[in-house]
């Protein structure tokens, strides 16, 4: 069964990323990059939402006054 014809939008991700190894390693590389920045500061949030109050920057006030 032949394959179907390529849209333009694919045909574009393709010749612009897939095409040539050295981009796709690039992309590779941008991606989790991008990722990673993400992935932390989402995480850190949740951890300091889930652990208010908990932490040295938030009672350290508290306890450098007493």
Do not use: H
Request: overall charge positive; aromatic content about 14%.
């Amino acid at each position: 069964m032949p394959a179907a014809p390529a849209s333009g939008f694919t045909r574009t991700i393709y010749n612009t990323l897939f095409k040539k190894n050295s981009m796709f390693v690039t992309s590779i590389f941008a991606g989790a990059i991008a990722f990673e920045v993400c992935f932390d500061s989402v995480t850190s949030k949740v951890w300091d939402n889930l652990n208010k109050g908990k932490q040295w920057k938030d009672i350290k006030d508290k306890v450098a006054s007493e």
